[in-house]
Nanobody
Framework: QAQLIESGGGLVQAGGSLKLSCAAS???????????MGWFRQAPGKEREFVAS????????YYSDPAKGRFTISRDRAKNTVYLQMNSLKPEDTAVYHCAVHTRGRPIMSTITSLEGYDYWGQGTQVTVSS
């Protein structure tokens, strides 16, 4: 079992900032350990899409094109926690943001930038950016 608890979402004006947090816990997390964590988002009527991910060893990061230069992903390995600092927010960033945990195999780019590469998911936190 695994529990992922996201926090930090809310309503912000365009140009503002938010910092999301996600803490992973549970027996599966302890057993298999976390090799990478990621953030995905899903806007109303759209499919869930990749935002950013981070490998826990070496701190390699990946970003989607919309996130590059505005969002920063970081992690606290000891706490199995991942953060997403979002700056210069735009109305099109409005979505439910989900964090996810990768425990299987090496955290290569093709794996941890896709939905299929993750084993456990959080319920999501709403981010709304007003114009």
């Amino acid at each position: 079992q695994a529990q992922l608890i996201e926090s930090g979402g809310g309503l912000v004006q365009a140009g503002g900032s938010l910092k999301l947090s996600c803490a992973a816990s549970g027996s599966s997390i302890r057993t298999f350990s976390v090799s990478a964590m990621g953030w995905f988002r899903q806007a109303p009527g759209k499919e869930r899409e990749f935002v950013a991910s981070i490998a826990f060893a070496g701190v390699t990061t990946y970003y989607s094109d919309p996130a590059k230069g505005r969002f920063t992903i970081s992690r606290d390995r000891a706490k199995n926690t991942v953060y997403l600092q979002m700056n210069s927010l735009k109305p099109e960033d409005t979505a439910v943001y989900h964090c996810a945990v990768h425990t299987r195999g090496r955290p290569i780019m093709s794996t941890i930038t896709s939905l299929e590469g993750y084993d456990y998911w959080g319920q999501g936190t709403q981010v709304t950016v007003s114009s």
